[in-house]
């Protein structure tokens, strides 16, 4: 099921301040998409006007083409999992699960083993077969997750939205969810959209990015283009650690000219004018790399599959990854220039082409 | 050793001002014997009492329970003005002297009070009577379950009741089936302070009642007017009656506590 957000607009109540200024976003059917950017970008609040959760002050949302004005008709289309889990604290975890079949109108309501064989089928599907008569007081953090997952799943809505699902998870677990909850997603065949601050899970989970900032989209992309082609700085730092250089852009040689000493020039085909590279600290090669250099190579231990060093500027030092498969031997102490080559050019912090 | 010293202090300090006072009127209750004791009961006058104490007590648990449900909830899903100042005039009953509370009900209600003589001529009575007595108890016993509910109502945030929401439950649906449920203990214990001191109260009520014997007196003004009438084993024995009702009331607060222990308990 298709989610479409057309020019939605929302301030916080009884003030000016913008939470959402103008958001629109689609979201294909089947889709996983991630909603990341810093706290206060409005992604939770985007989120809950999906939702229906808030209302907004203008603006459309629709399922399927289907536009929808109240909480009301969203019911059981739409499954919500809260940040805090929101479990009902007073019910077994099978009547959590429930819940939502309970609350029907008699004529619609299925019948009590017909319920009681969806509890059990979707306690199975989140691998806690044996749960169902526990209290969520006694579940771990993980455990909790799923039961809360089961219960936004108990009246098989097509579209999941998860808000933080992950935030009180420790990081063996949460890897765990997080690649059974894409599993998860491909075989029943959902529409998700997953709030998350952490980038690195999104990245990791989701088919496409949306980086909100200062309650707007600034960019949804794939996680590859959103690598490759960051629309603007901030979200190119976001996405990961990133080194900055100023400089200019010639019009007559096409070179990109550091102001710093040390950073080597590269050929670029963007508009001439002032303008700031941006990249990896794993994409930044020394060149020349030889005893008795300009710059200094400090080495300070490995971390994450990569051997962390920093290359001595005259005005400060700048963080320069190598893969731990590089032999230590081949990387010397010093080189002649850092080669930037790779780097996405900036200018007033929008992404130049 | 301090521990010990601790120890010693708190159950003596307990033993004094807790348990030597209900101890003593036992004690003086069945001076004469159990016989003498249980026949003063069979006073009609006390029976009244009895009974009108039981109907006052359950009309204000009743409106108070509906009313704190209602305001707890107001209070803690809803910001709105003058949310501070509600939240302060809850309190009021509780700090206000309860002959302060009886008063007000006298001047709005009695024979020379601003809506006393258009009330007579209606033919109602409310001071002097029961009404006002129920009046009286409503004012001073409304702040128990409000301020019960408010912290746990407030701490449970409107999370589950948005899940419910979604899930497809309607108001009702999420009031009796979510958030009076998860607030349940709290209300539970809020119900009972509210019988406890329904039960117990003696100010405001006395200054409204007019002290009529088998009319209206509860169990606190009967027991005032047995003793003042050197009526000492009745007075003592309506007074422990009052105080077992009391105490079965603080100990069925207890009760949710220990139940939840020995769910709680793996084995």
């Not at chain 1, 960019?219 to 700085?233: G, H, I, R």
């Not at chain 2, 009575?125 to 009286?136: E, K, T």
Request: net charge neutral; proline share 6%.
């Amino acid at each position: 099921m298709s989610v479409v957000v057309e020019n939605l607009i929302r301030c916080a109540p009884g003030s000016e301040r913008i939470l959402l200024s103008d958001v629109s976003l689609s979201v294909e059917s089947g889709a996983f998409v991630a909603l990341v950017g810093p706290s206060g970008a409005g992604k939770t609040t985007l989120l809950r006007a999906i939702a229906g959760l808030d209302k907004y002050d203008s603006g459309t949302v629709s399922l399927n083409g289907e536009t929808l004005a109240s909480i009301q008709e969203r019911a059981g289309k739409v499954g919500f999992v809260f940040q805090s889990y929101a479990l009902f604290p007073h019910m077994t975890v099978a009547r959590n699960i429930s819940f939502g079949l309970d609350v029907l109108s008699k004529a619609q309501r299925p019948s009590a083993s017909e319920i009681s064989a969806r509890v059990q089928e979707l306690l199975d599907l989140m691998q806690i077969p044996d749960l169902g008569k526990a209290y969520p007081s006694r579940l771990s953090g993980g455990q909790r997750q799923r039961v809360a997952l089961a219960r936004a799943l108990a009246t098989r809505p097509d579209v999941l939205l998860l808000d933080e699902p992950f935030g009180a998870l420790d990081p063996i677990v949460r890897r765990a969810i997080r690649t059974w909850l894409r599993a998860l997603h491909d075989q029943l065949g959902l529409t998700t959209i997953l709030v998350t601050h952490d980038q690195e899970e999104a990245l990791e989970v989701a088919d496409r990015i949306v980086v909100m900032q200062h309650g707007r989209i600034v960019q949804n992309a794939s996680p590859a283009q959103l690598d490759e082609a960051p629309e603007t700085a901030f979200v190119m730092e976001f996405l990961g650690e990133a080194v900055s250089f100023k400089g200019v852009i010639q019009a007559d040689t096409g070179l990109f000219i550091p102001d710093e000493a040390g950073v080597l020039p590269f050929a670029t085909s963007c508009p001439a004018g002032p303008a700031e590279a941006m990249i990896r600290p794993f994409e930044i090669f020394p060149e020349n790399a030889a005893t008795g250099g300009k710059i200094a190579l400090v080495r300070h231990g490995r971390r994450n599959g990569f051997l962390h060093y920093s290359a001595q500027l005259p005005e400060r030092s700048v963080p320069v990854f190598f893969p731990v498969h590089t032999k230590h031997q081949s990387i010397s102490d010093s080189c002649q220039g850092l080669n930037i080559a790779e780097a996405r050019l900036f200018r007033n912090g929008q992404r130049i082409v | 050793m301090t521990r010990f010293f601790l120890w010693c202090a708190t159950w003596g300090l307990i033993g004094l001002v807790l348990l030597m006072p209900p101890a003593v009127i036992l004690a003086e209750a069945l001076s004469h014997g159990i016989m003498p004791a249980l026949k003063t009961l069979q006073d009609p006058d006390g029976i009244a009492a009895i009974e009108l104490t039981l109907e006052v007590t359950v009309v204000a648990v009743v409106l108070n329970t509906i009313f704190g449900i209602l305001a707890a909830w107001l209070l803690t899903r809803f910001r709105f003005p003058g949310r501070g100042l509600l939240l302060v005039l809850v309190e009021l009953p509780l700090s206000i002297s309860p002959v302060v509370s009886g008063l007000v009900w006298l001047l709005l209600f009695g024979a020379q009070g601003w809506w006393g003589s258009a009330l007579d001529r209606m033919g109602i009575q409310i001071a002097f009577a029961v009404p006002g007595i129920i009046l009286a108890t409503l004012f001073v016993t409304l702040p128990y379950v409000v301020r019960t509910l408010i912290p746990l109502m407030e701490q449970q945030g409107r999370d589950a009741e948005e899940a419910a929401t979604l899930a497809g439950a309607g108001f009702w649906q999420i009031l009796f089936r979510v958030t009076l449920p998860g607030a349940r203990v709290a209300l539970f214990s809020g119900v009972l302070m509210t019988t406890a001191r329904a039960m117990g109260e003696f100010g405001a009520v006395s200054v409204v009642s007019g002290h009529i014997p088998g009319l209206t007196e509860t169990m606190p003004l009967h027991i005032e007017s047995l003793y003042n009438g050197y009526q000492t084993v009745a007075a003592f024995t309506m007074a422990a009656l009052l105080a077992f009702m009391s105490m079965t009331v603080v100990f069925l607060r207890s009760l949710p506590d220990f139940m939840n222990r020995t769910r709680e308990d793996p084995s």
